[in-house]
């Protein structure tokens, strides 16, 4: 009888080491699903940045091509 009592016991206590594991794993995933959505908003800021800045080196190469074109022009080309 001793033995039952003592093997329920071990087996509640790894039943309870499970479950405050399954919750530290639950943390631990919940916090890095919020990392991934803070990244997320992160990259997509990054890449409208990027896209402005594409934006304006093709507005900059029009302006230089203008100017080339003007120049061209002054020179009888």
Request: negative net charge.
């Amino acid at each position: 009888m001793e033995e039952a009592k003592n093997l329920s016991s071990k087996l509640l206590e790894n039943i309870d080491a499970l479950i405050d594991e399954l919750q530290k794993q639950r943390d631990e995933n919940q916090s890095l699903r919020q990392q991934i959505v803070l990244l997320k908003a992160e990259n997509e800021a990054k890449n409208s940045e990027i896209s402005s800045l594409y934006d304006e080196i093709g507005a900059k190469e029009r302006e230089l091509e203008n100017v080339l074109n003007k120049i061209q022009n002054v020179l009888g080309r």
